[in-house]
């Protein structure tokens, strides 16, 4: 299974997804390959946001040793499901699509709700942290089977 989480510059919401999402998987022992990509590329190669290396080490996860990238068409081919933060992003991903097989792999990461994102309001990490998390465990007992 290989599923690539998409946000808007790759520092906060999906390194957080991506690093509790493999914890979770490795936990299990699921074979999962995990990773993020952002829709700009403003922080291409910048390890995750501070306060997201720090609520997902409260956590017992390590995410600092990620590097922020940018979004390729590749990716659209490579990953199984390809999961946005929220509506903007997913617009962005269901544009870049070619085909119709890529769109298909393409979802919100939360279903119909988006994931706030905690950029500009610091508090907001912890909130984000718990609706990834609740979320990572329920899409491992959906597709980890």
């Known amino acids: 299974m290989k599923i690539l989480i998409v946000c808007l510059g790759n520092i906060c919401r999906s390194p957080l997804a991506h690093g509790i999402l493999q914890h979770l998987a490795d936990e299990r022992g699921l074979d999962w390959k995990i990773d993020s990509a952002g829709i700009g590329g403003w922080h291409v190669g910048n390890p995750p946001d501070h306060r997201a290396i720090a609520v ?38 269901l544009a870049y699509a ?27 990490f912890d909130v984000v942290y718990q609706l990834v998390e609740k979320r990572c465990r329920e899409l491992l007992a959906i597709w980890g089977k």
Not at 66 to 93: P, S, T, V, Y
Not at 98 to 124: H, M, N, W
């Open 98 to 124: 070619k085909t119709s097989e890529q769109r298909a792999r393409i979802q919100l990461f939360l279903g119909g709700q988006e994931v706030p994102d905690p950029y500009y309001d610091g508090r907001l």
């Open 56 to 93: 997902a080490k409260r956590h017992g996860i390590d995410i600092s040793k990620q590097r922020a990238k940018q979004l390729h068409h590749r990716h659209l081919e490579e990953f199984d499901h390809i999961l946005a933060m929220d509506r903007d992003n997913l617009r962005h991903l």
